[in-house]
């Protein structure tokens, strides 16, 4: 088809190629000559060809000496010294000349930066967390995998079911760090590690030297352990420390009972009034990067003997490799090394390797491997912080390019007297550096205020590492790269522009350019939506949380642990103390019952089950008082409840709704249970209450009288506002008949609160960074109104002119602003419904994701958006047109 | 200089004050029956040029070059000497041949 065109060409990119690549100053011979010889090939050989030919020719040229450039005749400096005093005399003499337009740009900017800032050392203190050991690359935690029922789960510490330890003898004992360290000779040291404070059955543990008491938070450990990890000995022997029946304190637990660190060496403590431990070592307070935490360590030694109460049934197994390299080795090798012992039962065992300094971010499992955890909430906000800092830069991008119209005659001016375009480029850029520099000195006044406060609500003690280089290095470059993002587009548009047009004054954006300043305000309200959507869905779930009906009355609860003199004499305390006034109520239970971890399969039978249980959700069997459910208000569904007055109580069972619908029972009333070795009827049913924190369901419980366990809290409730008197009340009591335990309690709903701890913390910081989204975003509009009401001055004041009303032109102004906002909300709906259910799925009970969360933040957007429109343009509107026309 | 070189010089020489890329390129083509292409013309002018061989002006545009305008290339005095002692060394060596040679090209 081609061929038959009157008049053929050569082809066109073949052309734009040679024109690419081919000096300037030989372009038109070279291309002369190769359209001369295109024609002659025409005539010569037909266009087919010669067209051929051509291509040919082109390709053939890309010889060095048609590629080299020939060099300018001038000097291009893009530094000179005198005119860069220039530059910043100029730049100063702009951010003073539009002061709106510089607060807004700097202080947004700012804003964008402390918030990245804050971030940031919050994220470095996280990620920071037990990585001031020796050999952070030695260190691993075993970690298991159980395989059953096709599923597979596993934990940070093994169940010692699982590594069959022999509690009653301490010699014959299978040990797990033992045992891995003489079977492979690749792990230099092992310890095993266990707190004595977690629940289901830790507690501050009393201490006694002389007359002095306190009752302090400590851990287990193997001897290996201190050399394994940092912990300095400031005094006693590191390598002995924790042999035979000893313990080691910290320097303030030292400072507690003895003169100095070091005459607390070779004395004895006493533990829980039961067993004496002799001090081998001091060591230095925990420094706050430590994740593991306690006050004192006491030798797996004494532990195993059997006097130390356990915590938690599940301990950890810390490992040091000799060499980094060997990973894979011990990997390999410990895989299975627990399956030799549990062979031919349904579960297979895995053991694996997790990164000792990874324990603290990533703590979840999911199919029995370690996966997520804080790690989460790090990432989540990092991208908090970069899209903030993103929407400022955006910002700055945009009022610096909406400015630029002004500087646009500047330009001109200078492109005619000779300044070269990337002259003009340093000048616009540095401009734009030095703002954000400004920023940055803004930003980190915001931060050293705002320190205090972040501290206050995170429990963080974050400083500024004023002394850190790597810090301000990151800072600076940081804010370089910010600056000179932030005037890419302005400095590269500007300088692109024709200088005769620019001054005949025909300059205008292109449709591209005002595109594109649009999409980012639409990105802006985005992220906007985004974050206040889930600030308001974190908000309400955690008030949900600490709302909901759990079932029982969380109010005017205290409990007190039982130990020591409390254990025999429960009953008589129980008797004074009910005589006490301001208390309203007071029994026992074997776990605090806001939180009650203890959860077992196997020893709970009943009427009608057939052979093996196959239940997939472990029972919790409990033991209370007979007026549990008095003083807990509880609501009974069926039958009665435990009474004093009925002795024949002790030997019965209470279960909840759950635990009837998993036993699968019709008519439970009177059907025998049994757990362990005790065997009773069921006397009533209890209506479901949260027993464990809302991100768990309800699980199936078991409730039977023992009033004289050796464990488990006093509970009381107290008269409303009362509260005082009665605690001093029972201290008087405690103190009389336990007098070898300090008096120690705890409020039920602070601890109830403490549970959701990581979602208030996160629901305020999202209240915090989403206000701070919303204001930046706000600067950013602000910019803008004022600019495009700069722009259509004229245009405003002619359509006053021809009768246009206030309102006309109020809604002209806003219209355009509120189709991007209607835009971004459409956009962000779905993206913020699939995260925020994403979220939930984590609670097992939850709030409903309802239409007016999404309509509360559009309509907070659009008022605001209004708001800021009609403050901007009221001044325009009002204004006399005469003023703005007359000066053409 | 190479003996391509020198052939471009002698056409250059040839033609002139009309010689520019086209023209010598044709010119080569019909005198010494080489496929001869413009890119390769082009870099000896440089070469040459560099040389001070010959010097080039801009000269006038035809139509069929699109209206672009041709380089112009002449020869120099020196360029000429060039030619000159090139052509004495040979007749010079070629006096010296022992005559089979002569006798084999004439052959």
């Known amino acids: 088809m081609k061929d038959n065109q009157p008049f053929p060409t050569p082809p066109r990119w073949a052309s734009r190629l040679l024109k690419w690549y081919c000096a300037p100053h030989l372009l038109e011979e070279i291309q002369g000559d190769l359209e001369e010889e295109f024609e002659y090939q025409k005539k010569l050989n037909g266009p087919k060809k010669a067209r051929l030919d051509y291509i040919f020719n082109v390709l053939r040229f890309m010889r060095p000496f048609a590629l080299k450039r020939k060099q300018n005749q001038y000097p291009k400096t893009v530094y000179h010294m005198n005119m860069s005093r220039h530059y910043l005399l100029l730049a100063y003499r702009n951010v003073l000349r539009e002061k709106a337009f510089s607060i ?161 060496i ?33 030798s797996w030694e004494a532990f195993m003997a059997g006097d130390v109460e356990e915590a938690i049934s599940s301990w950890h197994t810390f490992i040091q490799l000799g060499n ?80 630029s119209v002004k500087r646009a005659k500047e330009v001109g001016v200078r492109k ?82 024709d200088p005769v047009r620019v001054l005949k004054g025909a300059f205008r954006f292109r449709k591209s350019a005002i595109f594109s300043r649009k999409g980012m305000v639409v990105l802006q309200y985005v992220v906007s939506f985004l974050l206040i959507i889930s600030t308001i869905t974190v908000t309400l779930q955690t008030r949900f949380m600490q709302n909901t009906n759990l079932g029982y009355d969380r109010e005017n609860l205290i409990y007190i642990r039982v130990e020591g003199e409390l254990i025999p004499k429960y009953g008589i305390f129980r008797q004074r103390a009910s005589e006490l006034s301001g208390i309203a109520a007071i029994d026992r ?72 619908k998993q ?105 915090i960074f989403a206000g701070l989204a919303i204001i930046i975003s706000c600067l950013g509009l602000l910019g803008l109104v004022m600019f495009s009401i700069e722009q259509r001055r004229k245009e405003l004041s002619l359509r006053k002119i021809l009768g246009a009303t206030i309102s006309n032109i109020l809604g002209l102004l806003s219209k355009d602003f509120l189709i991007l906002v209607s835009i971004s909300f459409v956009v962000t709906v779905p993206l913020a419904g699939y995260f925020m259910n994403e979220w939930l799925q984590k609670f097992a009970y939850r709030i409903e994701l309802t239409w007016w969360i999404y309509a509360i933040s559009g309509l907070a957007v659009v008022l605001l958006t209004v708001i800021i429109v009609f403050i901007q343009a009221f001044k325009s509107a009002l204004a006399n047109p005469v003023k703005y026309l007359r000066s053409e | 200089m190479g003996e391509f070189e020198e052939i471009v010089l002698l056409v250059v020489a040839m033609l002139e004050g009309e010689a520019y890329g086209v023209n010598i390129t044709h010119e080569i083509i019909e005198q010494t029956f080489r496929k001869v292409r413009l890119n390769q013309v082009h870099a000896s002018l440089h070469r040459l040029e560099d040389k001070g061989m010959v010097i080039s002006r801009m000269g006038g545009a035809t139509k069929a070059r699109g209206g672009r305008r041709k380089r112009i290339f002449t020869i120099t005095a020196y360029g000429r000497q060039a030619l000159h002692d090139i052509q004495a060394i040979r007749n010079k060596l070629w006096q010296q041949q022992p005559s089979p040679i002569t006798h084999a090209i004439q052959i």
């Open chain 1, 104 to 264: 807004i740009n700097i202080s947004g900017l700012a804003l964008g930066l402390a918030c990245c800032i804050v971030i940031w050392l919050w994220v470095d203190s996280e990620r920071k967390t037990d990585n001031f050991h020796n050999y952070p690359d030695k260190l691993y935690n075993v970690y298991y995998t159980l395989h059953a029922n096709g599923l597979a789960t596993g934990g940070q510490t093994i169940p010692r079911g699982l590594t069959i330890s022999n509690y009653k003898d301490y010699k014959n004992t299978f040990l797990l760090a033992d045992d891995l360290k003489e079977a492979i000779p690749e792990i230099q040291y092992a310890s095993m590690y266990t707190t004595g404070y977690e629940l289901p059955w830790g507690h501050p543990v009393t201490f006694r030297h002389g007359e002095k008491l306190h009752k302090l938070e400590g851990s287990m450990a193997d001897e290996d352990f201190f050399k394994m990890f940092n912990y300095p000995v400031i005094a006693g022997n590191k390598q002995k420390a924790l042999q035979g029946k000893s313990i080691a304190i910290s320097r303030k637990m030292a400072n507690m009972f003895f003169n100095s660190p070091g005459d607390a």
């Open chain 1, 266 to 298: 070779g004395e004895i403590l006493r533990y829980e009034n039961k067993l004496d431990l002799i001090i081998g070592a001091v060591f230095e307070d925990l420094p706050k990067e430590s994740s593991l935490t306690f006050e004192y360590l006491i």
């Open chain 1, 324 to 403: 980094v390299k060997d990973r894979p080795v011990v990997e390999s090798k410990i895989k299975d090394f627990l399956s030799k012992y549990h062979e031919g039962k349904e579960f297979k065992i895995e053991l694996g390797l997790q990164p000792f300094n990874q324990m603290y971010l990533y703590s979840n499992f999911e199919n029995g491997k370690p996966s997520g955890g804080r790690i989460d909430y790090l990432n989540i906000f990092s991208g908090v912080g970069i899209f903030i800092l993103l929407i400022a830069c955006i910002n700055f991008m945009n009022l610096a390019t909406s400015r």
């Open chain 1, 416 to 497: 005619t007297i000779g300044s070269s375009r990337s002259q003009l480029v340093v000048q616009f850029l540095g401009e734009s550096v030095m703002l954000s520099f400004l920023s940055l000195v803004l930003a980190l006044l915001i931060v050293q205020l705002y320190l205090p406060v972040f501290n206050a609500t995170t429990g963080k003690q974050l400083l500024l590492p004023v002394d850190d280089l790597y810090f301000w290095s990151l800072l600076t470059g940081l804010t370089l790269l910010t600056g000179l993002v932030a005037g890419s587009y302005p400095a590269l548009f500007l300088s692109s522009l």
């Open chain 1, 589 to 660: 239970s074997s776990e605090p019952p806001h939180q009650m971890k203890f959860a077992v399969y196997a020893p709970i039978k009943w009427e009608g089950l057939e052979s093996e249980s196959n239940t997939t959700v472990p029972f919790q069997p409990t033991s209370v008082g007979f007026d549990f459910l008095k003083l807990m208000k509880l609501e009974l569904v069926e039958g009665r409840g435990f009474s004093r007055s009925n002795p024949a109580d002790t030997s019965a069972f209470m279960v909840n709704e759950k635990a009837v």
């Open chain 1, 663 to 767: 036993m699968g029972m019709k008519d439970p009333i009177g059907k025998w249970i049994s757990a362990w070795d005790k065997k009773g009827k069921i006397i009533g049913v209890l209506k479901d209450y949260h027993t464990k924190s809302l991100h768990q369901p309800i699980a199936p419980i078991i409730v039977d009288v023992k009033e004289d366990l050796f464990f488990g809290d006093i509970v009381v409730r107290t008269e409303p506002g009362k509260t005082k008197e009665a605690l001093e009340g029972l201290e008087e009591i405690c103190r009389e008949i336990n007098p070898d335990y300090p008096f120690a309690y705890k409020f039920l709903d602070h601890e109830f609160e403490k549970i959701y701890h990581t979602e208030q913390m996160t629901a305020r910081l999202s209240n």
